[in-house]
């Protein structure tokens, strides 16, 4: 018998969740004719058609990265920087498209400004009051779920721990259903101890009694014939069943679930860039790269200059790196050596190294040889933000005695990174030193956000460009 297996796994989106969709609307309604009324403007059809483009953009962002979806068991901050995000990332594209595709000049861009910076705060402000409001009556009881957790293990015991540190979440947890113990379970580093309510007979039972609103499997992948008896028996009962694979208790870079053809798969190792995420990094680069080349200009053709005048030689270098999902790419650098070894084997710069010349010292120094790589992020080819690119050489050295470290390939190489401003930059004389930067390389890319682009280049003019282990 063939069962219809379509849409197996889709977001949730709570009631909740459809009012923000209606308040988002008012919100920056409101904050469009709060500005309208502010500068005494009269509204006029290109002010509408401004309106209208930034809310269908910022529907088509929060859709792609469904922020529509339920946020009970997540931080407020990941909400808010996300509603940040696609708010500014829609405000531009209202810019871009009012300027080049309707000529429309007739909102002033010190009102789209003041709007943008109205609706900002408008829309963080209601969000935070509404979980503040929502929190409090989940804390009281309301709006709370009864939920069970089968299996006791590792991952279950680990669950249980973030159900129960955070009752804001709404979910009271009634206890463990485990076969191999009936033991009350202390969660580690707590006085807190659950209670194991019975075995899995009397987990299906209690679901069949309505007394269990969700009930999640945290079952080791090995127990299948368990997990299919559970799933069977729990489809006569009316209790919401999540499975939670062990897969979890890994290191994962970035999972997350995909269907294919309506069977679905969950992802171990994947790259954030892609769909919204990825248009949004390409709108950062070029925007980031075009404004920097601009300024850097003048001062990167008296630097190629001096390079030519105080060392035989061209005054660029280019190495050949690992770019995304490995792909070989060419970096650009003002030459700062005597050599230009881009072979099999390279020996990375040291203290006081006889190869560097006396102006390519200064340049290292300053991280000014690097500048030539924001012509890389024009083309595509690198980011301005990302894990700093190494030599093929110590790619091929290095991936055979630090796991993950080919991970980092899943995003492109930047000119500055995670690593960099952290302190993990020049040379790399021992591996803990390069364990540590893929450590940070691979944070970035598992919390990657624009938000958190935007503060590492931040913190790069205080903190990246000069630093003791520039040699």
């Not at 962002?61 to 990332?89: C, H, M, P, T």
């Not at 033991?183 to 269990?212: E, H």
């Not at 993990?424 to 591996?431: A, F, H, M, P, S």
């Not at 938000?451 to 630093?467: M, P, Q, S």
Request: glycine share 8%.
């Amino acid at each position: 018998m063939m069962h219809n297996q379509n849409g197996i796994i889709r977001s949730n989106e709570p009631m909740l969740a459809v009012l923000h969709r209606w308040l988002d609307i008012l919100v920056i309604g409101l904050a469009f004719v709060l500005v309208l009324w502010w500068q005494d403007t009269t509204l006029h059809r290109d002010h509408w058609i401004s309106l209208l483009v930034t809310l269908f953009l910022f529907y088509l962002i929060n859709d792609f990265s469904q922020l529509y979806g339920s946020w009970r068991g997540e931080e407020s901050f990941k909400e808010l920087r996300q509603v940040g995000g696609n708010w500014a990332v829609a405000f531009a594209g209202m810019f871009v498209a009012d300027y080049f595709l309707f000529q429309n000049t007739r909102l002033p861009d010190m009102d789209k400004i003041i709007w943008f910076s109205t609706g900002l705060i408008a829309l963080l402000f209601y969000r935070v009051g509404l979980r503040h409001t929502m929190r409090q009556l989940r804390s009281r009881g309301y709006n709370t779920r009864s939920v069970a957790i089968a299996g006791s293990g590792p991952l279950g015991q680990r669950l249980a721990d973030n159900i129960v540190s955070t009752p804001w979440m709404g979910l009271n947890l009634m206890g463990f259903y485990d076969d191999k113990s009936g033991d009350p379970v202390p969660l580690a580093g707590t006085p807190v101890s659950i209670p194991t309510n019975g075995d899995m007979q009397a987990l299906v039972r209690d679901a069949k009694a309505g007394i269990i609103d969700k009930i999640y499997i945290t079952l080791p992948m090995r127990a299948e014939l368990k997990i299919k008896w559970l799933l069977d028996e729990l489809s006569d009962s009316t209790a919401s069943v999540y499975i939670i694979p062990d897969v979890f208790v890994f290191d994962l870079l970035h999972a997350r679930s995909e269907s294919i053809n309506g069977l679905p798969s969950i992802s171990i190792f994947d790259t954030p860039m892609d769909g919204a995420n990825r248009i949004v990094k390409r709108i950062e680069d070029i925007v980031l790269s075009c404004i920097i080349l601009a300024l850097i200009a003048l001062p990167m053709l008296f630097i190629a200059f001096c390079v030519r005048m105080t060392s035989p030689g061209p005054a660029l270098f280019r190495q050949k790196r690992y770019g995304i999902d490995g792909k070989p790419i060419e970096v650009w650098k003002f030459r700062s050596m005597k050599v230009m070894e881009n072979g099999g084997k390279v020996t990375q710069a040291t203290r006081n190294d006889n190869r560097i010349t006396p102006f390519g010292a200064f340049l290292r120094k300053t991280s000014l040889d690097e500048l030539p790589q924001f012509i890389n992020v024009l083309r595509g080819e690198m980011s301005i933000v990302g894990p700093r690119p190494h030599a093929i050489a110590h790619n091929e050295e290095y991936r055979k005695v630090i796991s993950g470290y080919m991970l980092r390939h899943k995003v492109k190489p930047g000119i500055t990174g995670w690593a960099q401003i952290n302190g993990w930059r020049g040379e790399t004389d021992t591996l803990d030193k390069m364990e540590k930067r893929i450590e940070f390389d691979l944070d970035y890319i598992r919390n990657w956000s624009l938000f958190l682009d935007l503060k590492i280049v931040f913190l790069t003019v205080f903190k990246g460009f000069i630093n003791k282990n520039a040699y």
